[in-house]
């Protein structure tokens, strides 16, 4: 059996980060060969998806021998930023039964998990494919499951994002909105002349202040909670002696189950349009920007009653369900029609100074899942 620390260990020590997030990142370019050459030696039919130029993902498919259900895999293999990390975060380090170094958490260790998992499942000549998806960019925005799901389909689908080897069936979505408060330019010593755009956008970030809160003051959601909205950019004005003549507010809406980006578009215009009505001179224009939807499984599909009853005879006790307030790839595969939950190690500082993954968790993901495989592609 190919040692899963050892492979987390290579994954870890390979520079993928993601320079859509850094400018200058190296990108998946390096890893990709590494996972690419991984796969091909272990007799998996190895697919290149590099729509951007040195942003490959990685798709690996073991065929079975027909009759069977499709399992994908799926984890991805960019990281975050190298900088400000404390100690060497390309030098993986193994102390107190955790792997340390950038990615280790989230989520090379995950990816390991899956790739050892599935080369052992792949020699047991199951009846159904098994594919493991090791994709590009999921830090940002994602085009490698995009692009993933466009050529591939299966039956089930297991995102390894760190779960603490709990199943996490629902997780949050996200809107990206840019907005616009109009004013006119003139002389600071013409207020007559002039309308203040950055004044004007205060009206705005007190509604939508009001907004988030009569959000989270009401619930509805059994385990993600409610949505939520904040302002996360605000630029506007030109120089000191004049009156801007606007102001652009950036902000996110994180969505639960039952909220989707039109949704929540007509839940702005209707805040914007109460402020023209009210505020003199106010006048608006609305953008939206990247929009992706929440997720929810539903805990009576198989891949997540065949992954659960893996998962309890290997630990001993029946999972805990979570939510998560973050976004996976796990909508993606949703929407493409393919049932998945996501499920992967325990461990800590992810996006962080110091990040590290539980040893003993990243064995045990590793075998569910080779369990898992063998059962539902049986």
């Given amino acids: 059996m190919d040692d899963v620390i050892d492979l987390s260990s290579k994954l870890v020590a390979i520079d993928s980060v993601n320079p859509d997030l850094v400018p200058g990142g190296r990108g998946e370019g390096a890893i990709a060969d590494f996972v690419a050459t991984w796969l091909r030696e272990r007799g998996f039919e190895v697919h290149r998806l590099e729509e951007r130029p040195g942003r490959p993902s990685i798709v690996g498919v073991s065929r079975g021998s027909g009759g069977g259900r499709t399992l994908m895999f799926n984890g991805h293999i960019d990281t975050v930023t190298l900088a400000g990390y404390d100690g060497d975060p390309l030098a993986p380090r193994i102390a107190d039964g955790k792997l340390h170094g950038r990615g280790a958490f989230d989520m090379k260790s995950g990816v390991a998990a899956m790739m050892v998992a599935a080369a052992r499942a792949a020699r047991q000549k199951l009846a159904g494919d098994i594919l493991v998806a090791c994709v590009a960019d999921e830090e940002h925005a994602s085009f490698g499951t995009e692009a993933v799901v466009r050529r591939f389909a299966a039956d089930g689908g297991i995102v390894t994002e760190p779960s603490h080897l709990e199943l996490t069936l629902a997780h949050k979505g996200f809107v990206w909105f840019e907005v616009t408060i109009l004013g006119r330019a003139a002389h600071g010593s013409r207020p ?16 939508l202040e009001a907004l988030d809160q009569r959000l989270r003051a009401h619930p509805s959601h059994g385990i993600l909670g409610s949505g ?3 302002a996360s950019l605000i630029a506007g004005g030109a120089e000191l002696s004049s ?13 639960i189950p039952g ?13 914007l349009g109460g402020l023209v009505e009210t505020v003199p001179d ?3 224009h609305l953008e939206r920007g990247l929009a992706r939807p929440p997720f929810e499984a539903s805990p009576a599909e198989a891949i ?11 630990l001993g006790h029946k999972p805990k369900l979570r939510g998560e307030p973050f976004w996976t790839d796990c909508a993606i595969l949703q929407e493409a029609g393919i049932p998945c939950l996501m499920f992967g190690a325990d461990g800590g500082g992810a996006h962080a100074a110091t990040e590290w993954a539980d040893i003993g968790s990243v064995r045990s993901l590793s075998e569910i899942l080779y369990a898992t495989a063998c059962e539902f592609c049986r």
């Fill in 192 to 207: 007559e002349l002039g309308i203040d755009a950055i004044a004007k956008a205060g009206h705005f970030l007190v509604a």
């Fill in 259 to 271: 909220e989707t980006a039109d949704t929540v578009e007509a839940e702005l215009r209707h805040i």
């Fill in 228 to 230: 939520s909205v904040h």
């Fill in 304 to 314: 997540v009653t065949v992954l659960s009853a893996q998962a309890e005879r290997a």
């Fill in 243 to 255: 009156y801007p003549a606007e102001c652009r507010v950036s902000l996110e809406r994180r969505t």
């Fill in 282 to 284: 106010f006048r608006y």
